[in-house]
């Protein structure tokens, strides 16, 4: 995962306004290509909200620019987002499974509208500030975890096809973290200092149950122990709970049964979508909070061919979360069926599944 040299060709670099696009694109200039920063809005609503940051980035954005001595375009990709990601996001709540949409703002978006758009400027190349790597390898692209193991994104970028990746720099591949602030710091970047930004990529930082209300109305309903049916508490609505939740619950730790005085907390463990039911459990590792098995749709593959069943791999099913020996069972164009060496938390329906092989990222699906 070398740096290419860039020869005086053309790569176009998504800058969002944080250190680590920064340091990408001071990096980029530097190993000789001809740098075009992009600025991407991809969100509209509520854009005078506290919680909305573009306006600030954009400004971070310019300072960068003119610091390492590059153009920068702006682009409106909010309607290409609110169609391709941010409907999907909601028909997926409604259905009661929890989605992931920065996987698909990256395949959609960042890989997708972003790609099309840079190659009408004249790029050779796309690159982003993400943790992740890319290789030629057989003829064939390969996506690859990121050297700092603790910032890697492959995660997030397992949809991204052979085309895309064929034309995506991942600057940052080989480099720790600190050591990009560092970077930022002896060039003089003022974002060297700047707070990550978290949460999901529209939403930001603000209160996420908030945000969901203004797009799918509360159904309140009764939340009852998996176990007994005993009824504990009421919801405001299956949408905004997911699997293995234990805040926001307001039932607070009853004795559980069998053990006298024992007051351990509650986590959700399904939903009931047709009576509109919340099930919980008491206690982190009730057995109704793991699995041996599951199911995945959607799938992808990044190198555009099935995976081998049996084989030995490592799976992912949640962002911070170490791989998982497993094997794939059965594998075809329609879903895949995934058994663990060991069962599985909290397993929760509408998030990805990632295969990898060693440090090879071989795509997944969607967990249903």
């Known amino acids: 995962m070398s740096a290419i040299k860039g020869n005086g060709k053309t790569v176009v670099v998504g800058l969002s306004g944080g250190v680590d696009s920064a340091v990408a694109a001071l990096l980029l200039k530097e190993q000789g290509w001809n740098v075009i920063g992009l600025f991407m809005k991809n969100w509209e609503d509520d854009d005078n909200d506290e919680y909305c940051s573009s306006r600030q980035d954009l400004i971070d954005v310019m300072s960068v620019a003119d610091k390492i001595g590059i153009d920068v375009e702006v682009v409106n990709f909010a ?56 290789r030629e390898f057989d003829g064939r692209f390969q996506l690859l975890k990121a050297e700092d193991g603790t910032k890697d994104q492959s995660y997030f970028l397992h949809r991204l096809n ?40 529209f939403i930001g930082e603000r209160p996420f149950k ?9 159904k309140k309903g009764e939340i009852r122990c998996l176990d007994d049916e005993r009824v504990l508490g009421e919801h405001d609505g299956l949408t905004f709970h997911t699997l293995g939740q234990r805040k926001g619950l307001h039932i607070g730790g ?10 351990d907390a509650w986590f959700v463990a399904g939903k009931d979508m047709a009576n509109n039911v919340l099930y919980v459990v008491q206690g982190h590792d009730h057995p109704a909070l793991l699995v041996g098995e599951l199911k995945a749709d959607q799938l992808s593959w990044i190198s555009g061919e099935n995976p081998h069943v049996h084989w030995v791999y490592g799976a992912k099913t949640r962002y911070r979360q170490a791989d998982a020996p497993c094997e794939i069972e059965h594998v075809d164009s329609e879903n895949c069926r995934i058994n663990f060496a060991e069962a599985q938390w909290a397993v929760t329906p509408g998030q990805s599944v990632v295969v990898y092989e060693s440090r090879v990222c071989l795509g997944g699906g969607v967990i249903a």
Do not use: W
Request: proline share 4%.
């Open 254 to 263: 009853t004795k559980t049964y069998g053990k006298d005085g024992d007051h």
């Open 79 to 134: 309607k290409e987002y609110r169609e391709r990601v941010f409907s999907t996001f909601l028909k997926e709540y409604q259905a009661g499974r929890t989605p992931n949409p920065d996987v698909l703002c990256n395949s959609e978006i960042k890989f997708r509208a972003f790609l099309d758009h840079a190659m009408t400027l004249g790029a050779d190349k796309i690159a982003t500030g993400h943790y992740a790597g890319v």
């Open 162 to 201: 052979q085309q895309q990746l064929s034309k995506t720099l991942f600057p940052l591949a080989d480099i720790y973290k600190r050591d990009i602030r560092k970077m930022a710091l002896q060039a003089d970047l003022h974002v060297a200092v700047k707070k990550d930004s978290t949460g999901i990529c």
């Open 210 to 218: 908030e945000f969901l209300m203004r797009y799918l109305p509360p």
